[in-house]
Structure formats: structure tokens, C-alpha cells
């Protein structure tokens, strides 16, 4: 396991234990549409839409790169009935399937008919490796479905620039990894992936998530899950 890794397992890893049952075990931002005013409904949407733009179905053997504590799993089987499913994450502590780096998965070609990755790409060194893997691994017609966080607009104050720097620093984003949709279709398309279907919702996820953590009840339960470090940073990674 490279720093990389390694200094990603130790910020995500960092209080896991004691998550429990808290939101669901849910660790994505949700996908907040109208209507929609609860976590874990906003988790299920999330993973309900990008279940069924790849068709999951009870003949699918998924793979779920950086399946965090594997609640999502658990909801993949009951709505789309998986035949099977196999998860991995960088975090042991959240995990009890299988503890591996995304980018050198020791999977044989064609083992699976769909793969999926919630809001852990961005993390991959680098998720252009993950990509041409995932082609690798998926069976000829097999699918894979992102949910991710992209680059829209390049900063262009100091500011701006600085909140960026700080930003993919706390989150341990690669540099390779900075781009925004049209680079993003690019790497598909090099990997070897066709039928490319990109889908901005920022707009539905982002502000709903937000809100979440400024509820008060929220905010006591990471400050004790976290720790110390959730004081100083939690914060600047709201703002």
C-alpha cells in the first residue's frame, strides 16, 4: 500500500468504528430531490438511480469498489434482488467483505456484469488506472455506474484557488484526478467504455447535504465520532 493510500485509510478509517447504524451506515452525500428532506431516503435515491442506469437485476454479479461500511450492498440486494455482489474497500474498519486497493484488484477478466463505485473514484490513484481495470474485470456488455465528484470550473482568484488546494488536501484527492466532465468522458472512452452517459446533478446533492450537517444533532454526533479533528475541520469542509 503506497502514502497515498495509506494517509486516505487513516482519514476515512478515523472514527469509523463507532458509526454503527448511524444514518443508515450511509456515507454518500445523497441525492436530494425535490420532495426530499431525509438522509436515508436521500442515500437510497442516490443509489436507486445509479443502480437503475446500469440495470442492476437479480442476474447481476456487481462489484462495489469503496463500499464503506456495506450498508449499500445490503440495499443493492433487497431493491434490485443481485445474484451477487462483491465489496471492497481501502478501510478495514468499515469493512467485512474484502480490504484491497481499487487500482490493483487481483479479479480475473470477465468476472462481472456490473460494477459500481459511490463517491470513491475521486480517491483512486489514480481513477484513470480503476477505469481501464473496471473494463478489464466487467463481462463483454457488462456496465459500470459512477457516482463522483468533478471539477466544474477551474478557480481563477487566489482565493478561490486556495479553498481548492485545502479542499483536495483534507479529502486526499490525487492531482490526476482534478478534471472536470469532458476530460472525465475522455478516460472513460480511453478505457475502452462505449455508451457513455454523463449526468450533472451537483445541483440536488450539494445543498441537500449540506444542510444535513448543520443540523445540531448532527454536527454532536461527528464531533464525537471524529473528534478533535471534526472541530477544526468540520467547518472549512461544510464552507
Not at 447504524?21 to 436521500?42: C, P, Q, R, S
Not at 479553498?163 to 476530460?183: D, M
Request: hydrophobic share 35%; aromatic share 12%; proline share 2%.
Amino acid at each position: 500500500m503506497g502514502l497515498h493510500e495509506k494517509l486516505a485509510e487513516k482519514f476515512f478509517g478515523h472514527g469509523a468504528e463507532k458509526w454503527g447504524d448511524y444514518h443508515g451506515g450511509y456515507l454518500n452525500f445523497g441525492l436530494w430531490d425535490k420532495g426530499i428532506t431525509d438522509f436515508v431516503e436521500a442515500s437510497h435515491n442516490l443509489l436507486t438511480r445509479v443502480g437503475k442506469k446500469i440495470n442492476l437485476n437479480k442476474n447481476s454479479k456487481l462489484l462495489d469498489v469503496g463500499c464503506g461500511t456495506g450498508a449499500q450492498d445490503n440495499f443493492f440486494i433487497k431493491k434490485f434482488k443481485c445474484k451477487s455482489i462483491e465489496a471492497v474497500d481501502l478501510t478495514h474498519k468499515n469493512i467485512k467483505f474484502k480490504v484491497g486497493d481499487a487500482c490493483k484488484l487481483n479479479y480475473k477478466k470477465n468476472s462481472f456484469t456490473h460494477i459500481i463505485g459511490i463517491e470513491a473514484p475521486v480517491n483512486f490513484n489514480t481513477r484513470e488506472k480503476f477505469l481501464k481495470d473496471a473494463f478489464r474485470m466487467l463481462k463483454k456488455g457488462g456496465k459500470i455506474g459512477i457516482s463522483d465528484f468533478y471539477l466544474k470550473n477551474k478557480p481563477k482568484t487566489l482565493f478561490g484557488k486556495f479553498l481548492v488546494k485545502i479542499a483536495v488536501k483534507i479529502w486526499h484527492i490525487p492531482k490526476a484526478n482534478r478534471y472536470g466532465l469532458n476530460i472525465y468522458k475522455e478516460k472513460l472512452q480511453e478505457a475502452g467504455f462505449t455508451d457513455i452517459e454523463l449526468e450533472a446533478v451537483e445541483d440536488n446533492v450539494i445543498p441537500g447535504y449540506y444542510k444535513e450537517q448543520q443540523k445540531k444533532e448532527v454536527k454532536e454526533y461527528l464531533r464525537k465520532m471524529r473528534g478533535i479533528g471534526y472541530r477544526i475541520l468540520g467547518p472549512i469542509l461544510n464552507y
